[in-house]
């Protein structure tokens, strides 16, 4: 009996190892999922507003980079 008690106990603290690791490994990928998409969010949202005054700014510009960027472009 003493013997199956800590077998079960063996194997709670093996499992508890494994996903330590396994979620370690996991919240670390998601980690860089998150940074790299918080960083994307920031460019979009510079980018709109850079393209925002060009589009007040300078419409015959903003017009060319619209269709430059949309594959309207003529070669």
Not at 40 to 67: D, F, N
């Amino acid at each position: 009996m003493l013997r199956t008690i800590f077998t079960i106990g063996l194997f709670a603290l093996l499992g508890l190892f494994a996903l330590k690791i396994v979620f370690g490994i996991l919240g670390g990928l998601f980690g860089v999922f998150f940074v790299l998409l918080g960083f994307a969010i920031k460019i979009a949202i510079v980018g709109g507003a850079v393209y925002l005054v060009i589009r007040i700014v300078s419409p015959g510009t903003a017009r060319r980079l619209r269709e430059k960027f949309s594959g309207n472009a003529i070669v």
